[in-house]
């Protein structure tokens, strides 16, 4: 074994992933590649990393290994059902764009053969753009092997060898990896690991365009605001890249006056190291519980992480034993389905959601409070808490974000708080009747007036946070110490 293989091999023993810059910055053309869809294929490249470096890829140049080591979900006792097809079909079937994070990396050549080829010199003139686009996997074999599901992949020719041995990579922990929630975090941290050694720890300066494309998952998703993104997508993937302990990511913005243009991302390393581990599956449990009852993987990808993976295993459970149950004695053969639910997305949101309040009504309750002294209380009282303490517990994290917003409005110069005033009065003269005192106060620019002050925080935090700005974390209102502004002169 060659000394380049030797270390390759150790590498993906340790848990890091050689993942070639050829597959970091993609963005996908013509359907949408979920997160566990990008953790899958790069569980793939980890295992045929480690195979070709121990020699063992198969004759024709492709890669197996069990299916539960891909997608952890599928054990030996479990048909190779439409759930596992459709990861593997996303593979084989997404085609991507590849940019290339640098200049020289226009010039980066792939090329299908193996060996060096002696050519004549031959002067050719420079590649300055050039548009990619290919497969992520070229071929896939789903089948049985002994009783378990077994997986041979192949890459295509073109891209394989730069695939399986790059020349130019990335480092990725599994251990981070397997830990990241969204696909923009994903592709957040493949993208700034490329440069976690790098003297200047900066990633590639582009316009805010270009990163909006490559850290969405769907195609067909429309290109968001950069504001709107950044407090939607990106501030939570950054704290959850930071939380994980294996870099630390800090966003550098470039204005032109107040209009961000340009945006890249200082990346250094983090003074913890997490433990390596071998390329760990992506865990699918939920998804294929929740595939089951009917529930989507986008609705459990966001409940897995708002509430975390735990909690929405809990919450499948109880869903399926509400759907499940049988009939109450009596009742009409004719009448609905006993346990019937029209959008079992949200009927599962909502009972996580409560699973959590109960959590907290129980971390509220009085401690030492005894069975003999709650005999004595009315037994509705303890209902009426919990349902004030939600109450009170909800209303609460609306002021505190509202709060937050409107220190941001302040923050505005005065003449683009004039400007936000105007686009509420003429809100409110085409949706609303509105007072005279009201108007008035608009027209004036009044905005810190008791009568519209609300009207006007409203406004602004739903045109600029969205119609969901009350549940959006606290991080989303606050600029944050990860950062940086610069103006362009």
Request: net charge neutral.
């Amino acid at each position: 074994m060659t000394d380049s293989r030797l270390a390759r091999q150790m590498d993906v023993v340790q848990g890091m992933l050689h993942k070639s810059v050829i597959a970091l910055a993609i963005v996908p053309t013509n359907r949408s590649l979920t997160v566990t869809g990008r953790k899958a294929y790069s569980v793939m490249l980890g295992l045929a990393q480690l195979q070709a470096a121990r020699g063992g890829e198969g004759p024709a140049g492709g890669f197996s290994a069990p299916l539960n080591s891909i997608l952890r979900g599928f054990g030996a006792n479990n048909s190779i059902s439409v759930d596992a097809k459709r990861y593997i079909d996303q593979m084989i079937s997404t085609k991507v764009e590849w940019r290339p994070l640098s200049k020289s990396e226009q010039q980066f050549h792939l090329s299908a053969e193996t060996k060096a080829v002696p050519e004549l010199p031959v002067e050719e003139p420079a590649i300055t753009e050039e548009h990619r686009v290919f497969n992520l996997l070229a071929e896939v074999r789903i089948y049985k092997r002994a009783g378990e599901n077994w997986v041979t992949w192949y890459y295509p020719p073109s891209i394989r060898e730069e695939l399986v041995s790059p020349t130019r990579w990335a480092q990725i922990d599994f251990d981070v990896l397997k830990e990241l929630t969204t696909y923009c975090s994903v592709t957040l941290y493949e993208i700034c690991a490329r440069y976690r050694d790098s003297p200047a720890g900066l990633t590639s300066r582009q316009h805010w365009t270009w990163w909006t494309e490559t850290l969405r998952s769907s195609p067909h998703s429309k290109v968001r605001a950069w504001r709107k993104f950044k407090n939607e997508f990106l501030a939570a993937a950054i704290k959850e890249i930071n939380a994980q302990g294996d870099i630390e990511i800090e966003l550098i913005e470039f204005r032109r006056g107040r209009e961000v243009e340009q945006v890249q991302f200082s990346v250094k390393r983090s003074n913890q190291r997490p433990p390596r581990l071998m390329p760990t599956p992506a865990d699918i449990t939920n998804v294929l519980h929740a595939s089951d009852l009917g529930v989507r993987e986008s609705v459990i990808e966001d409940l897995e992480r708002e509430f975390g993976a735990s909690a929405v295993s809990d919450g499948l459970n109880r869903l399926e034993r509400f759907v499940k149950r049988a009939a109450p004695a009596g009742a009409r053969e004719d009448s609905e389905p006993f346990g019937k639910v029209q959008n079992t997305g949200a009927y599962l949101r909502r009972i996580v959601a409560n699973q959590k309040r109960e959590r907290v009504a129980d971390e509220s309750r009085p401690a030492g409070a005894n069975a003999s002294e709650s005999q004595l209380v009315d037994p509705r009282e303890p209902v009426r808490q919990v349902r004030q303490s939600r109450d009170a517990l909800a209303d609460e994290e609306r002021h505190r974000r509202y709060m937050l917003v409107r220190t941001a409005f302040e923050q505005l110069p005065t003449e683009e708080q004039f400007e936000w005033v105007r686009k509420v009065q003429a809100d409110a003269e085409a949706n609303s009747t509105v007072t005279t005192g009201i108007m008035r106060r608009l027209t004036r620019g009044e905005w810190q007036s008791p009568l519209v002050q609300v009207m006007v925080i409203n406004f602004y935090a739903r045109s600029e946070f969205g119609a969901q700005w009350t549940t959006l974390p606290l991080d989303a209102f606050r600029v944050s110490d990860r950062e940086r502004i610069v103006d362009i002169e």
